[in-house]
C-alpha cells in the first residue's frame, strides 16, 4: 500500500493528471506494477489529504479549483507557514536549507523550504496540516516560473531568522494569490 501511496502522490503533485480527470484503481494498478487493493486504499487515503476527490457513484477524480478555491488554498497555506514560523523550536539549520535550496527546481526547492519548516513545529497536527496543504499546491508550484517573474532571494526570505519573516511569507503568497487566474489557466494547460 505505501508504494502505491507514494507512487499515486508524486504523480498527482508532478500533475501527472488534469484536473477533474477520473483516477480509475485498475489503471492505475498496472501503470504502478501492482494490484488494485492497495491502489483503492492510496485513493481513500490520498482523498482524506484533499489530494483527490471521492464522489459517491463517480470514484476518484483529481480536484478542479475554481480561483476562489485556490486562492483560499494559498491563503490556507500562508495562516500554516505563519503559524509554524510562531511556534518552531527552532528554524531549521542553515545546512539543511542550502541544501533544499540546490536540490533541482523551484517548486521542488519551494516544497523542500515547507517541509523543513513543517519538521520545525512541534505540533504534529500542523505540521500534517502544513504538508498537506503544500502537496495541494505542488501542481500550480510547477507553473509558477511560467505566470509569475522570478523574485530572487524570495526563497530565502521565507525562512531569514529576522522579524520580517512573516512579511515575507504573506508577500509570497498575496503574490500568486493575484495571479490565481494565470496559475489555473496554465496549470489546465499541462
Do not use: C
Not at 488554498?73 to 507557514?81: K, P, R
Amino acid at each position: 500500500m505505501e508504494r502505491s501511496y507514494t507512487a499515486l502522490k508524486q504523480l498527482l503533485r508532478d500533475g501527472a493528471f488534469a484536473p477533474g480527470h477520473r483516477l480509475e484503481a485498475n489503471r492505475i494498478a498496472e501503470e504502478i506494477g501492482v494490484s488494485m487493493t492497495p491502489v483503492r486504499d492510496a485513493l481513500n487515503r490520498l482523498a482524506g489529504e484533499r489530494l483527490v476527490e471521492a464522489s459517491s457513484g463517480e470514484g476518484f477524480h483529481v480536484p478542479r479549483l475554481g480561483e476562489g478555491d485556490l486562492r483560499d488554498l494559498y491563503e490556507w497555506n500562508s495562516i500554516l507557514a505563519i503559524l509554524a514560523i510562531r511556534s518552531a523550536r527552532t528554524l531549521p539549520a542553515p545546512s539543511a536549507i542550502e541544501e533544499a535550496m540546490a536540490g533541482g527546481s523551484l517548486p521542488e526547492a519551494t516544497a523542500a523550504i515547507f517541509g523543513l519548516l513543517g519538521e520545525s513545529v512541534p505540533n504534529r497536527e500542523l505540521r500534517l496540516a502544513l504538508a498537506h496543504a503544500s502537496d495541494r499546491l505542488h501542481p500550480f508550484r510547477l507553473v509558477e516560473p511560467i505566470v509569475l517573474e522570478p523574485i530572487l532571494g524570495e526563497l530565502e526570505e521565507l525562512i531569514e531568522p529576522s522579524a520580517s519573516r512573516q512579511a515575507a511569507i504573506r508577500r509570497y503568497h498575496l503574490l500568486r494569490m493575484r495571479a490565481v487566474g494565470d496559475l489555473l489557466r496554465e496549470r489546465s494547460r499541462l
